[in-house]
């Protein structure tokens, strides 16, 4: 088809559908004017958007010489697209329309070691609990992407390096879970998720080769090369909480082990630790990632010696990781995500680049991550409406 005219006429309707999509509403002759169509052609372009339901006229510009022109926009209800963020404590779940708006969310907890439902009940609640605040039908979403910690072995179809996570280790699960929802589904590592929102919306903008490091609940990293996600054979790779470094114990089979390495020398349940042993007083209690963020803030905010102090040697430690990524990736870009990151700012992330630099031949550029609202689930809304828009927005058909 490559030439024909329904080929050329679908190539015009996606480049006015994604400006609409990056603008917001525009005019006939704006729409001309940045996709260099005619006239005419824009006119006869938006005519057959409109009967196909995905643009709808709305309001008229005001304010400048001359008549009124009509302005248009995507139809926000054209489709929807649903996203899932797993973690042990709770799954959360949102659905946004085609333009990204998120229309509905919902929470749902699981806690404890033993899910009190099964997994697929779980994520049908979730989502559903997300359709129904958002007004919806669940047949009203047209695609799903669900992130958890580690990732489905694309040749088991078993969730691997996330031990931590009850009931999702099932042979079954991603059968049972194809079986109980009515939209393809997809599945992602929750870190992979954080760097496609960065590289969407957030820090890493028009970068194609960046690394993410991620510190919450867990050490990871995600890696993106040439513009694409890299996962690796199993779907592992990034999983750098087991890289063995120098100030660590190295403990063999670490898997079974969930100790030693990477995680254990940087990790967020070692800043509490560090905190003590420099003699920091007023430790909050809590879940170490809160506390985690919490002593990191405190110190980035607070000018005291044993603050500074805290942050150099969390800098150093989280440096004595990132050289080896980097020294093997040569990245353009590394972003410090996760709250036990963000927390300390441009100050943590000025430390961590001096002690690079000090550490590493390659020289990346390091910021500091920019979607800091659940940033899983907006990587998982991102990834789904990216191949809705595929799907929906294609008029070749």
Same mark, same amino acid.
């Given at each position: 088809?490559a030439?024909?005219?329904?080929?050329?006429?679908a190539?015009?309707?996606?480049a006015?559908?994604?400006?609409?999509?990056e603008?917001g509403?525009?005019?006939?002759?704006?729409i001309?004017?940045?996709?260099?169509?005619?006239?005419?052609?824009?006119?006869?372009?938006?005519?057959?958007?409109?009967?196909?339901?995905?643009?709808?006229?709305?309001?008229?510009?005001?304010?400048?010489?001359?008549p009124?022109?009509?302005?248009?926009?995507?139809?926000? #209800?054209?489709?929807?697209?649903?996203?899932?963020?797993?973690?042990?404590e709770?799954?959360?779940?949102?659905?946004?329309?085609?333009?990204?708006?998120?229309?509905? #969310?919902?929470?749902?907890?699981?806690?404890?070691?033993?899910?009190?439902?099964?997994?697929?009940?779980?994520?049908?609640?979730?989502?559903?609990?997300?359709?129904?605040?958002?007004?919806?039908? +669940?047949?009203?979403v047209?695609?799903?992407?669900?992130?958890?910690?580690?990732?489905?072995?694309?040749?088991?179809?078993r969730?691997?390096?996330?031990?931590h996570?009850?009931?999702?280790?099932?042979p079954?699960?991603l059968?049972e879970?194809?079986?109980?929802?009515?939209?393809?589904?997809?599945?992602e590592?929750?870190?992979?998720?954080?760097?496609v929102?960065?590289?969407?919306?957030?820090?890493?903008?028009?970068?194609e080769?960046?690394?993410?490091?991620?510190?919450?609940g867990?050490l990871?990293a995600?890696l993106?090369?040439?513009g694409?996600l890299? +996962?690796?054979?199993?779907?592992?790779?990034?999983?750098?909480?087991?890289?063995?470094?120098?100030?660590?114990?190295?403990?063999?089979?670490?898997t079974?082990?969930?100790s030693?390495?990477?995680?254990?020398?940087a990790?967020?349940?070692a800043?509490p630790?560090?905190?003590?042993?420099?003699?920091?007083?007023?430790?909050p209690?809590?879940?170490?990632?809160?506390?985690?963020?919490?002593?990191?803030?405190?110190?980035?905010?607070?000018?005291?010696?044993?603050?500074?102090l805290?942050?150099?040697t969390?800098?150093? +430690?989280?440096?004595?990781?990132l050289?080896?990524?980097?020294?093997?990736l040569?990245?353009?870009?590394?972003?410090l995500?996760?709250?036990?990151?963000?927390?300390?700012?441009?100050?943590?992330?000025?430390?961590?680049?001096?002690e690079?630099e000090?550490?590493?031949?390659?020289r990346?550029?390091?910021?500091?991550?920019?979607?800091?609202?659940?940033?899983?689930?907006?990587?998982?809304?991102?990834?789904?409406?990216?191949a809705?828009?595929?799907?929906?927005f294609?008029?070749?058909?």
């Open positions: 088809m030439g024909t005219p329904r080929t050329l006429r190539m015009n309707d996606r006015a559908l994604d400006l609409l999509l603008h509403p525009l005019s006939r002759t704006r001309g004017k940045l996709t260099g169509l005619s006239k005419p052609t824009a006119s006869q372009l938006l005519a057959r958007l409109e009967a196909s339901g995905l643009v709808l006229a709305t309001g008229t510009t005001e304010g400048r010489p001359g009124n022109a009509q302005l248009y926009e995507v139809d926000p #209800s054209a489709a929807y697209a649903a996203g899932l963020d797993v973690t042990p709770r799954v959360l779940a949102a659905v946004a329309d085609i333009t990204g708006r998120t229309v509905g #969310s919902y929470e749902l907890p699981t806690p404890g070691r033993r899910p009190a439902q099964p997994v697929v009940r779980q994520v049908t609640d979730a989502l559903d609990g997300a359709v129904k605040a958002a007004g919806l039908a +669940r047949g009203d047209h695609r799903l992407v669900i992130g958890t910690p580690g990732a489905f072995d694309p040749g088991t179809g969730l691997r390096y996330a031990s996570l009850p009931g999702w280790h099932s079954t699960l059968d879970l194809a079986a109980a929802l009515p939209m393809p589904v997809e599945y590592n929750d870190v992979n998720l954080v760097a929102a960065e590289q969407r919306l957030g820090a890493a903008r028009g970068h080769d960046f690394v993410l490091l991620w510190n919450e867990g990871g995600a993106v090369l040439g694409r890299h +996962r690796g054979w199993t779907g592992g790779a990034g999983e750098v909480g087991f890289l063995p470094v120098p100030g660590a114990p190295l403990v063999r089979q670490v079974k082990a969930n030693g390495g990477y995680q254990e020398l990790g967020s349940q800043i630790h560090l905190a003590r042993e420099l003699g920091m007083t007023d430790i209690s809590g879940p170490y990632a809160d506390v985690a963020a919490a002593l990191v803030e405190r110190a980035a905010t607070e000018d005291t010696v044993l603050g500074r805290l942050l150099e969390y800098a150093t +430690r989280l440096a004595t990781g050289a080896s990524l980097v020294s093997v040569d990245p353009e870009l590394v972003v995500s996760g709250a036990s990151l963000t927390a300390g700012g441009d100050t943590l992330r000025a430390l961590v680049q001096a690079l000090e550490l590493a031949a390659s990346p550029r390091l910021v500091v991550g920019a979607v800091r609202a659940h940033p899983v689930l907006r990587g998982a809304l991102e990834s789904a409406l990216a809705t828009r595929d799907e929906v294609d008029t070749s058909r």
